[in-house]
Structure formats: C-alpha cells, structure tokens
C-alpha cells in the first residue's frame, strides 16, 4: 500500500486546551438533518407524505429545530414546506431550518417558501478549504471570503419578503474540518459582522467536518481554538455538524461539546452521504448512561426505529448502539454468566438504585427493550447461559453445581448444528436428556406405605415394578421416606450402587398446574457424580423420577 501519497493532517495551535478537563453536563441543542443530508443520501428519497410522517416522529421525539430540506431544488421540497406551513403542522416551539445556496433567484424562492411560517433559520453555505478552493472554485481565500459575504448580503436583500416571519441565520463555512483554522475564523468573522448590520439576534456558525480527516482530539482543539477567537463569543451558537468519514463521528461530536459547542445536527441512527451523518440517537443515550437528561423522547426506541425503517427503507445494523437487535445480547459464556448475577443481584434493590449491571451501560427498558433476548445460546456460550433461559422463561431454577452438565449438553447440540439455539429448543434439549428417558431404568408401578416405627419415627415402605436393561425386577424396601426407600429398594436391582448426594426441590406454575421439580445428584460406586430431573404433581414422585433421570443421564 502507499502511504506516501497521504499525509498527517497535523496539529491544531492550541495552548492551555481546556476541553479535557470539562465535562459534558447537559444536552446540546439538537437539530434533525434527516430531511435534508439524510434524505438526499437515501437511494429513494422520501416523497411529500412519507417527509410529513417523518417530521412528525421528529417532533415526538423532541426535536426543537428541523432542518426541512433545500425548497428551492425541487417541487417536492417546496411543496413539503408548504404544507408544513399551511397544514399548520409545526407546533409553537419548533423552528424550520431551510438550506439555500446564496443565490439571489434561488434565495428569493426559499422565502417565498417561508410565507407563514412565524420563524425560520435560513441556512446558507460554501465550501473554503484549500482543495475546493483550488478545485472546485479556482478563488483565492479573499475571493472565498467574499462569496459568503455576498451570500449574507443576498438573505439581507431579500428580508422584506420574509415580513412576519422571524429569521435567523446559520452560515456553514463548509469542509471546515479541512480548512485552515485561521481562515475559518476570517471567514466566519466577516460573515458575522455582515449579518450584525441587520439582526441582533445570535448568528449560527455552522462548523461541519464534511469529512473526517482527522482524530476526534484534534477536531477539539479546532473547536477551541475556534471559540476563543472568534469575537463575541456570547453572541455567537456554535454548532456541528459531524459525519463519520473515519468512524469516529459519535467521539468528535461528545469532544466537539466539551471544547464549548452549543449546538448539534445530526440525523436518526447516522443516515447520510458516504459512512454518514453524527447519528444523534447515539450520542443522545450515551448523554443518559452518565445521567445528564438528552432532553428527547427516546423512551420507546423500538417504535422510532420501526418507522425510520418504514419511512426510508434503510436498515439498522444490529451491533448499532442502543437501537440495534444484538445489543442487548450475549453470547459469550463469561459475559451471560456476569449478566445473569447482575440481574439477579438487581431484582432485589430499590427501582432507583444506580444500574450496575455488567456488560449493559443503560438499564434497556429505560428506552423500551427487553430482558428475554439478553441471553442467547450458541457453541460460544456458556454454563451459566442456558440456565438463564431455562429460569427466564420456563421457571426452571436449575442448581448452580448443575449447570455445567446443562452447558455440556447445550453446548454438543450448538457444535452439531452450527448455529444459535432458540429457548424452546434449550428447553426441548433439556427436557429429552432428563425428564424423558426411560432407558435403561423405567418404572412400571410403584406404591408406598407409611409405617409408624417403634421410636415414633416415620418409615415408609416402597413397593415397586422395575424394568432394567428390559428386565422386569419387582422390589420393595423401607426407608425415612419415599425417596429413601426407593433409592434402598433399587439396590434389589442389578443397576449400579450408589447414595443421593445433592437434593434440591421448587414448585414450578401456578394454581391447579403447579408441580414440583426436583433435581437429585448421585454419587455411584465408582466415584461418577450424575444430575437428574424429576418432575410430578406429588412432591414424593418428583424426587423418584428425579433418580431415575439420573441412573438413564447420558451425555
């Protein structure tokens, strides 16, 4: 590969940064760019009802500015707005952002778009790094200058058409993130001052990395350096616009704020041009693991995710964070294993005990997900896994000495099949390898009978019907309870010798279908210890069964 022809972008002249050492603490101002970047980057952009619909999930969600896309590129833009407008669709709080190149004919149509609106925020840009100047424009940083000077002048010229409506500006000095940090600054500066001679309102300086091109540290210090020396920082809303060109559009985003961004736009799950857009949902949860409130409505994150799907046809990756269908899973044996504990260890403290859960940075009913998919099954996971569903979704309380003969048997049923392994498939293992088998000890007929003994002491006797090896064997014995009686009388049997070890017992459903379940572990006479499961609606039963699943356990 030749790495000669790239080089370093290198380094941002900040000294006595502050950024790494602030915290982010409340939630920027989010603005939706989905109508607009997102929709231009879909292979079938959304036509004038599927827009509306999405504005509407945008204003659920929270979203107090939208940009509603470039009136003056199509009908379909225009007649979008006009409807949002005239449908009296845009509630008191929200503001329309529009994008327009500074032409005149082009900036005259975008007004004439806002007619009725009662405030708006006109967006105008263009491009000022050396590869678009030299490219693109064949200009010199003077004449780039002043094209955005001049686009200010044009919005200026054509206020009067906008009579009723507030407007404010945003100016993007596009491909700021590779730009000359001084020349961002100039050029932005003598936008401002332009734009002052007619509004006192804050100006909206737009600083996007149209592409990333650098680490998300030094696009910090760029935002530093930026904000410390532009002048009237108080009346100035920072704002970014992150795409995520190295993959790092989330982490230059958070940074971006803590150098004293104010304002963020971005798009539902990052949709956009080439790797996309910030997706703001991310860095929206990420804001509510540290407790700081996003200030959207992501409480049902599921319900959000199905309409964008709906509405762009795009997909959610499922190792997208938060939102996609693997997140809330596990399947290595380690990690179900720490996620069982925790929540476990979670059930019984207070709602508003701090979440702590291993593996799980946010508590997933928080944004409207679920605990039954966290575990699933594979030849990678582990003894603590398959135990979790079984108690998840069957009731089944498996004694934790147990689980790694459950794990082993899971675990040769995944390698076979080389896939995942449903929960009604775990139970189905489960139920064929201990509570079906009826080789090569199968009882016929069994029945007991309570003594009283002479020192007031509670025998009973067993009397049962065997079948071993498909030999019929009738025996009987006493003992200190049906167990015990039946665990003496199958020494009448030529099956091998051997002593309960383990006992273990729970009812299992509710009302007229609870049963008992009870798990035996015994220790035969050449040292081999062996689980088995009884269960039965007599509690006495269970336990027999229980033995018998154990002498006819095979891996």
């Given at each position: 590969m030749n790495t000669a022809k790239y080089r370093p972008f290198g380094q941002i002249p900040v000294t006595g940064r502050k950024w790494p050492d602030n915290v982010i603490t409340k939630a920027p101002v989010w603005v939706s760019v989905d109508l607009r970047d997102g929709n231009q980057a879909l292979i079938n952009p959304m036509g004038v009802e599927q827009k509306l619909a999405f504005f509407?999930?945008?204003?659920?969600?929270?979203f107090k500015e939208i940009e509603v896309g470039f009136p003056s590129a199509s009908d379909t833009e225009y007649t979008f707005l006009r409807r949002l407008i005239e449908e009296n669709r845009v509630p008191a709080d929200v503001t329309l952002q529009v994008l327009c190149q500074a032409r005149e004919h082009l900036v005259k149509k975008t007004f004439e778009s806002l007619k009725g609106a009662s405030k708006a925020i006109f967006h105008i840009y263009n491009s000022t790094s050396p590869a678009q100047r030299k490219y693109t424009f064949n200009m010199s940083k003077e004449q780039i200058k002043q094209l955005a000077v001049d686009g200010v002048k044009c919005v200026q010229d054509c206020l009067p058409m906008a009579a009723g409506t507030d407007i404010r500006l945003e100016y993007s000095p596009e491909s700021f993130s590779t730009t000359e940090i001084d020349y961002s600054v100039e050029v932005c500066e003598a936008v401002k001052q332009q734009w002052a001679q007619t509004s006192k309102d804050k100006i909206i300086l737009n600083l996007p990395t149209t592409v990333e091109c650098a680490t998300p540290n030094v696009f910090a210090d760029q935002i530093e350096y930026f904000c410390t020396h532009i002048s009237g920082r108080e009346n100035v809303i920072v704002s970014l616009h992150n795409h995520n060109d190295r993959g790092e559009g989330v982490a230059s985003c958070?940074?971006?704020i803590l150098a004293g961004a104010d304002r963020v736009e971005g798009t539902l799950f990052g949709n956009g041009e080439r790797t996309g857009n910030l997706d703001i949902v991310n860095v929206a949860l990420n804001m509510y693991s540290q407790g700081v409130d996003p200030e959207l409505d992501l409480h049902d994150i599921p319900a959000v995710a199905d309409e964008y799907r709906r509405l762009t046809d795009m997909p959610i990756h499922p190792r997208t964070p938060y939102v996609g269908e693997l997140v809330y899973t596990a399947f290595s044996g380690s990690h179900q294993d720490a996620i069982r504990k925790g929540m476990a260890a979670r059930a019984k403290m207070p709602v508003d005990?701090?979440?702590d859960v291993p593996y799980l940075p946010i508590d997933p009913h928080d944004?409207?997900?679920?605990?039954?998919?966290?575990?699933?099954?594979?030849?990678?996971?582990g003894k603590g896994?398959?135990?979790?569903?079984?108690?998840?979704?069957?009731?089944?309380?498996?004694?934790?000495a147990m689980h790694a003969d459950l794990g082993a048997v899971v675990k040769a049923a995944a390698d076979k099949e080389q896939r995942e392994l449903q929960p009604e498939e775990?139970?189905?293992?489960?139920?064929?390898?201990w509570l079906k088998p009826t080789s090569p000890l199968?009882?016929?007929d069994i029945g007991e009978t309570h003594l009283e003994g002479s020192n007031n002491d509670e025998q009973v006797m067993c009397r049962a019907t065997v079948e071993y090896n498909l030999k019929k064997y009738t025996i009987g014995a006493k003992g200190n309870g049906p167990l015990d009686a039946f665990v003496n009388a199958m020494q009448q049997t030529p099956a091998p010798r051997f002593n309960i070890t383990s006992f273990h017992e729970h009812s299992i459903g509710t009302g007229s279908d609870t049963s008992a379940i009870a798990y035996v572990q015994i220790t035969v006479e050449d040292g081999r210890q062996v689980w088995g499961v009884g269960k039965s609606s007599n509690v006495g039963r269970a336990g027999i069964a229980a033995v018998v699943s154990a002498v006819n356990f095979k891996l």
């Amino acid at each position: 590969m030749n790495t000669a022809k790239y080089r370093p972008f290198g380094q941002i002249p900040v000294t006595g940064r502050k950024w790494p050492d602030n915290v982010i603490t409340k939630a920027p101002v989010w603005v939706s760019v989905d109508l607009r970047d997102g929709n231009q980057a879909l292979i079938n952009p959304m036509g004038v009802e599927q827009k509306l619909a999405f504005f509407d999930l945008l204003v659920k969600i929270g979203f107090k500015e939208i940009e509603v896309g470039f009136p003056s590129a199509s009908d379909t833009e225009y007649t979008f707005l006009r409807r949002l407008i005239e449908e009296n669709r845009v509630p008191a709080d929200v503001t329309l952002q529009v994008l327009c190149q500074a032409r005149e004919h082009l900036v005259k149509k975008t007004f004439e778009s806002l007619k009725g609106a009662s405030k708006a925020i006109f967006h105008i840009y263009n491009s000022t790094s050396p590869a678009q100047r030299k490219y693109t424009f064949n200009m010199s940083k003077e004449q780039i200058k002043q094209l955005a000077v001049d686009g200010v002048k044009c919005v200026q010229d054509c206020l009067p058409m906008a009579a009723g409506t507030d407007i404010r500006l945003e100016y993007s000095p596009e491909s700021f993130s590779t730009t000359e940090i001084d020349y961002s600054v100039e050029v932005c500066e003598a936008v401002k001052q332009q734009w002052a001679q007619t509004s006192k309102d804050k100006i909206i300086l737009n600083l996007p990395t149209t592409v990333e091109c650098a680490t998300p540290n030094v696009f910090a210090d760029q935002i530093e350096y930026f904000c410390t020396h532009i002048s009237g920082r108080e009346n100035v809303i920072v704002s970014l616009h992150n795409h995520n060109d190295r993959g790092e559009g989330v982490a230059s985003c958070e940074l971006g704020i803590l150098a004293g961004a104010d304002r963020v736009e971005g798009t539902l799950f990052g949709n956009g041009e080439r790797t996309g857009n910030l997706d703001i949902v991310n860095v929206a949860l990420n804001m509510y693991s540290q407790g700081v409130d996003p200030e959207l409505d992501l409480h049902d994150i599921p319900a959000v995710a199905d309409e964008y799907r709906r509405l762009t046809d795009m997909p959610i990756h499922p190792r997208t964070p938060y939102v996609g269908e693997l997140v809330y899973t596990a399947f290595s044996g380690s990690h179900q294993d720490a996620i069982r504990k925790g929540m476990a260890a979670r059930a019984k403290m207070p709602v508003d005990a701090v979440w702590d859960v291993p593996y799980l940075p946010i508590d997933p009913h928080d944004i409207g997900r679920q605990y039954e998919g966290i575990i699933r099954i594979n030849s990678q996971s582990g003894k603590g896994g398959a135990a979790f569903i079984l108690e998840q979704d069957y009731g089944i309380i498996m004694p934790k000495a147990m689980h790694a003969d459950l794990g082993a048997v899971v675990k040769a049923a995944a390698d076979k099949e080389q896939r995942e392994l449903q929960p009604e498939e775990i139970y189905s293992l489960f139920e064929r390898t201990w509570l079906k088998p009826t080789s090569p000890l199968k009882i016929i007929d069994i029945g007991e009978t309570h003594l009283e003994g002479s020192n007031n002491d509670e025998q009973v006797m067993c009397r049962a019907t065997v079948e071993y090896n498909l030999k019929k064997y009738t025996i009987g014995a006493k003992g200190n309870g049906p167990l015990d009686a039946f665990v003496n009388a199958m020494q009448q049997t030529p099956a091998p010798r051997f002593n309960i070890t383990s006992f273990h017992e729970h009812s299992i459903g509710t009302g007229s279908d609870t049963s008992a379940i009870a798990y035996v572990q015994i220790t035969v006479e050449d040292g081999r210890q062996v689980w088995g499961v009884g269960k039965s609606s007599n509690v006495g039963r269970a336990g027999i069964a229980a033995v018998v699943s154990a002498v006819n356990f095979k891996l």
